[in-house]
């Protein structure tokens, strides 16, 4: 495997480790969306990665090279490592090209006109950050990052305090450059909406344990407990065969008569179809439908068997 | 009020002054030459002692830090004339260095037989004293740089050496410009170390014109030139920092990463500035003391203590009530008359005491030959006037930092709720700056405390206090006799100092 994790253990005290045994692989080129809550260890794990915090077990390593065990700890400027930090800063002294080429190996200076071209960032070269729009000094520190060619790139919440126009774009680029270059990359956001397109892998985390780790297609139609199911988008209770299961909203059909009963609250209007909020069984319901319905219209709903979620109990919330 | 006192200094010169330039250029080349030379010196030595304990204090975790960084400020408590003093005696050939090396280390106490009163010893021990100004600035500076930056660099494969010098020190470049400033002032202002040392420089030039050769164009000339410099120097620091200001991102307070191998540093750097620019001179300061101890009369001691302390404190009082005034109206209106004024403000620090004084002297003479009978000339109004003016903008940054970090929407919601400027004043201005307000009032306190020139040119006849009692003493070979009014002056300042950084921590 290219990078590899292993049993990983962090903690800044000891009552309450923020990384508990996370053990998980990567092959080279992928992209692994590292999904978790604020607060729930995601950055420690980047910083750990990257050799600004030291492990308290576990071993690391990339490509063939172990980067931190019980004996062994590279300094994280002698890692091949680029870290896009969250606030992306830029060193405020410098211009946009001297941030570019800081501390930049000179066998990789032919780089950077494509990366410029590519992120349209040729007209600001000499510019400062500070005279840099928040989507503008986001694309510098992603170039500065890629174009040392890096054997592996983490990426911080690259995409959150955007604005909806900005974030489209970042993401655009993020996946063309990434694409085009084959960088393993780690992105950790806590809104898996963003890098469901993007992503190879999707790992996601919660009181420092991984919960699932898997593809967003898997992870979406088999999710390995409620937590990372209602993660990746809205999820309905309601029991079939005397068990309690789920289904997704966009698999529910609206039928004249069945035996699953509907009481509507309101419809969302959505642009292109309505989002329907009502109540089955005293449990909150969603579904999509095309047609406006009057709050307390009882309707009827079915479902294909196999689209429905079971988990057993002790994957009714999240695993600890 | 700065003003006045220059404009009186550029009216009292002529052509005839410029004259006089030209006549004396040896006597100007030579001045100058000592004085930037001493410069030199003094803010290379500064900068070594100060730049590099700050940067490892900030950066390391380890045992004793709050308290080697509390002592770092202390010699801020010892006058630099009276380190010069202390030093000047201590090596002398019947000082304690040499009569130790004479008993103890025979062979080599002829190599250290020797004039120890040079231009390069006394930049030394000016470096010595004036340090605690880089130091306060850049660790400053230093603890705002936050950790991103630097967890920045080493991701971008920089070592903490490379991260100092190619992220630290650019990014601190307005602090440490703003501390070069200070210590350049200071050195220029300088006048019981030089006249000790018997070095010519610019402001014992002004003394030596003005009283002991009562040639006042000489002097004026002299003090217009020094008035010049410290233009440049000021106008340098003022554009260069404007320019360079840097707006840093929110970030995150440094933490401790230095592994425990280098952990020995910050004892290292720490130990040479602590133990020569304070405790050395106080060690010796006390021995002389507790020697000298049947000499001192109480009545002497008191008198002057007293002296010191009403000077210092009326001083600082009137200062304080000046800033709170100028500042609110800065704070409340915004304009860019109030916005001139507290910049006039900050100039003051910048007019060496001697030429300050004699401004004040040729503005009451013109005052007395044109408007009034009544010789101001050495009132006790005169020389408050003075020290106001000069220490001003000692009292302004705290005060103004305290003032910027109380948001603009609280004095919004007060005047929303019916506060006029009276009640802006009273119930939300005075109480949320109090500490500043203290910390101003100390700081102003200490630096009147040790003032010479000033004092020296201005004082009311037959009136002294403690700092030209020490310098009276040590310039007529008197030094051991002159500790107890050196002490005197470390113990209030060193008081004080502690006072002020309990206030600025909370």
């Known amino acids: 495997m290219y990078f590899f994790v292993n049993n990983i253990k962090k903690s800044y005290n000891s009552n309450s480790p923020v990384l508990k045994n996370l053990s998980f692989s990567m092959r080279k080129g992928e992209i692994l969306s590292f999904v978790g809550e604020s607060g729930s260890g995601k950055t420690t794990f980047l910083r750990s990665v990257s050799g600004l915090e030291k492990l308290d077990k576990g071993l690391i390593s990339l490509n063939g090279t172990v980067l931190n065990s019980e004996n062994i700890f590279v300094k994280p400027q002698r890692r091949n490592i680029a870290y896009v930090f969250q ?64 054997e592996l790139l983490l990426l911080d919440e690259p995409f959150s305090n955007l604005d909806k126009k900005i974030k489209k774009s970042i993401i655009d680029y993020v996946e063309s450059i990434l694409e085009h270059k084959k960088i393993t990359t780690i992105l950790v956001t806590h809104d898996i909406n963003n890098i469901l397109n993007i992503s190879d892998k999707i790992l996601v985390f919660k009181g420092g344990v991984l919960q699932q780790y898997d593809s967003p297609q898997k992870m979406y139609c088999h999710p390995s407990n409620c937590y990372c199911a209602e993660l990746l988008g809205d999820l309905n209770e309601l029991n079939f065969q005397g068990k309690k299961h789920y289904i997704r909203p966009e698999h529910i059909k609206i039928v004249e008569r069945s035996e699953y009963e509907l009481n509507i609250i309101k419809s969302l209007f959505q642009g292109k179809d309505y989002k329907v909020k009502a109540t089955h069984n005293h449990n909150e319901f969603h579904f999509y439908s095309k047609y406006f319905y009057e709050p307390k219209t009882t309707l009827h709903f079915d479902f294909n068997p196999k689209n429905l979620i079971f988990f057993n109990k002790k994957c009714e919330s999240y695993f600890t | ?243 360079f200001k840097f707006n840093y991102s929110p970030n995150s307070k440094i933490d401790f990463t230095q592994n425990n191998n280098n952990i020995i540093l910050p004892y290292v750097f720490s130990f040479f500035p602590i133990i020569f620019g304070f405790f050395i001179p106080l060690i010796f300061i006390i021995f002389n003391v507790v020697d000298n101890i049947g000499s001192f009369k109480l009545v002497e ?56 004084g004699l401004s004040l002297i040729v503005f009451s003479k013109l005052l007395n030959n044109n408007i009034i009978d009544i010789s101001l000339i050495g009132s006790f109004s005169l020389l408050i006037y003075a020290l106001v003016i000069r220490f001003i903008a000692v009292g302004r940054s705290p005060l103004k930092s305290s003032i910027d970090k109380i948001p603009k929407s609280t004095f919004e919601k007060a005047q929303n709720l019916g506060l006029a400027n009276y009640g802006l004043l009273r119930y939300i201005y005075i109480p949320l700056n109090k500490l500043g307000i203290m910390s101003a009032f100390l700081l102003c306190f200490i630096d009147v405390m040790k003032e010479l020139p000033i004092t020296l040119i201005l004082m009311p006849f037959n009136f002294n206090t403690l700092s030209t009692k020490t310098y009276e003493l040590a310039v007529e070979e008197m030094v051991d006799l002159s500790s107890i009014f050196s002490l005197l002056i470390i113990g209030i300042c060193s008081l004080t100092l502690f006072s002020v950084k309990k206030y600025l921590s909370e």
Request: net charge positive.
């Open chain 2, 1 to 243: 009020m700065i003003s006045v006192p220059l404009l009186s200094l550029l009216s009292y010169s002529n052509i005839d002054s410029f004259q006089v330039i030209n006549e004396k250029k040896y006597l100007f080349f030579t001045s100058s030459i000592n004085t930037f030379y001493l410069l030199s010196i003094t803010i290379l030595v500064s900068l070594i002692l100060g730049l590099f304990p700050a940067w490892y204090i900030t950066i390391n975790q380890f045992k004793f830090r709050k308290t080697i960084d509390f002592l770092m400020y202390l010699p801020l408590a010892i006058p630099t004339y009276i380190m010069a003093f202390s030093y000047g005696e201590i090596l002398s050939y019947t000082g304690p260095f040499q009569t130790f090396l004479r008993f103890y280390l025979k062979p080599i106490s002829n190599f250290f037989n020797r004039d120890y009163l040079t231009i390069e010893i006394l930049g030394i021990i000016l470096g010595l004293s004036l340090y605690p100004y880089v130091y306060a600035s850049c660790r400053i500076s230093f603890s705002l740089i936050g950790k991103t930056y630097l967890n920045l660099s080493k991701s971008l494969g920089n070592n903490w050496f490379k991260t100092f010098f190619k992220v630290v020190i650019p990014l601190s470049i307005p602090a440490i410009l703003s501390a070069i400033f200070l210590v350049s002032m200071e050195v220029l202002n300088e006048y019981g170390a030089v006249k000790y040392f018997g070095i010519n420089t610019f402001t014992t030039e002004i003394f030596k014109s003005w009283y002991a050769l009562n040639d006042e164009s000489t002097a004026v000339s002299i003090a217009i030139i020094l008035l010049l410099i410290v233009f440049v120097i000021f106008s340098f620091e003022y554009f260069y920092n404007s320019r």
């Open chain 2, 301 to 356: 001691l008191t008198s002057y203590t007293a002296n010191s302390i009403i000077i210092s404190a009326v001083s600082s009082s009137i200062i304080v009530l000046i800033l709170i005034f100028i500042l609110f109206i800065d704070n409340q209106y915004r304009s860019s008359l109030s916005k001139i004024l507290t910049l006039l403000t900050s100039l003051g620090y910048a007019l060496p005491g001697a030429v300050l």
């Open chain 1, 87 to 150: 606030d992306f800063p830029l060193f405020p002294h410098l211009t946009v090209f001297n941030n570019l080429i800081f501390n930049l190996d000179p066998a990789f200076k032919k780089n950077i006109d494509d990366l410029v071209d590519v992120t349209g960032l040729k007209t600001l070269l000499n510019r400062y950050p500070h005279q840099l729009s928040g989507g503008e000094r986001q694309r510098v520190c992603i170039v500065r990052a890629i174009v040392r060619e890096p």
